[in-house]
């Protein structure tokens, strides 16, 4: 019994399968290493790979393994063709390297934004954090990436950060607060939900802006003013 696609692929049809031996299809230069391959599944060996070229020289990987236990089983066999095969790999690995390089874009592009900026998952751990976030924590990426936000110094801004992040997911909508941390910066801090048009993705994102010298322009104001 063969189907359609494997009797298309060795050139012929299924009717003429049925009056034929698989051999009959392959490369005569090939035949003998065939029978014998396939002579090993009637005793010690439970499946066969090998390449092959059929009678129309296409170049094929055939698999054949025994249905059934007993050296009177059926053989079941596969032809696939190694040239689609191929190109499906070279398909793949072009897939690939557009998302690597879609990636790295989108990573070079995420450190270009002077925002600070973090992403926190579900259950706190910090997904991706930009070069401008980094320089104003003052820790390297791999000592923020991964960790929970409970791990972290319990400092400013990774204090709010936790009240902050859990408070979105619960309301599903926008929390701001302002700061200040250990180096007496005033930190605006905005949260909100990475795409929340999915009712399933629990990411936030937080957004930081260091506004000290508006504050202390603001506080100077008011003095001349209570001055004057």
Known sequence: ???????????????????????????????????????????????????????NERRVLLVARRRGRGKSAPLLVYLV?????????????????AIEGAAHEWRRTFDAVETPIVIVAKDGVI???NRAARMLVGKEYGEIVGRSLRELPETEPWLSMVDLTREVQERRAPVARQVKDGYRRTLDLLAMLFNSEDPRDERVIVIVWDVSALVDLQMRLEQQRTMA
Not at 17 to 30: C, I, N, P, Q, S
């Open 1 to 55: 019994m063969v189907n359609s696609a494997l009797a298309d692929l060795a050139g012929g049809t299924p009717a003429e399968f049925r009056k034929a031996h698989l051999l009959d299809y392959v490369a005569a230069r090939e035949r003998d290493t065939v029978r014998e391959r396939l002579q090993l599944l009637r005793s010690d060996e439970k499946s066969v790979q090998m390449e092959v070229h059929l009678r």
């Open 81 to 97: 063709n190694l040239r689609q095969l191929m190109n499906l790999e070279d398909d793949r690995s072009e897939l690939l390297n």
């Open 127 to 129: 997904g991706r954090i």
